[in-house]
């Protein structure tokens, strides 16, 4: 069991500002990048294929496709160095861990946009 004073510390440390999303969700994440002295924002708009949820470690994995090439970047949840992150579209998947998208190419690595009925 953790001790009741980092628990505490853990708890003023964590966000809760974020939305709520899951993996198939494409999202954009806000990153706040610093490059010598200047400070800016960039944007990584791609599709949630992972989410480890837990306390402060929790984090989730964006895959993203650039000039023909996948990027995956994994983002700490709790992280100071995430501005915000907006959800685009909700997916409608079966499964926790998308995966399978690296190997799929095109139109077949698409996913279904959830109907709201």
Do not use: C, W
């Not at 800016?40 to 480890?52: A, L, N, S, T």
């Not at 929790?58 to 000039?67: D, E, G, I, N, P």
């Amino acid at each position: 069991m953790k001790n009741a004073m980092i628990e505490m510390i853990e708890n003023e440390q964590m966000r809760h500002d974020m939305p709520d999303f899951r993996a198939g969700d494409t999202v954009k994440v806000f990153i706040r990048i610093i490059e010598g002295d200047k400070e800016r924002v960039q944007i990584f708009q791609g599709v949630v294929i992972r989410r480890k949820r837990g306390q402060m470690g929790a984090s989730f994995t964006v895959r993203k496709m650039s000039h023909g090439v996948g990027v995956e970047k994994t983002f700490a949840l709790h992280s100071p160095r995430l501005e915000t992150v907006e959800v685009v579209t909700k997916g409608k998947v079966r499964r926790s861990r998308l995966y399978y998208l690296r190997n799929l190419r095109g139109k077949a690595a698409r996913i279904k946009e959830k109907g709201y009925n």
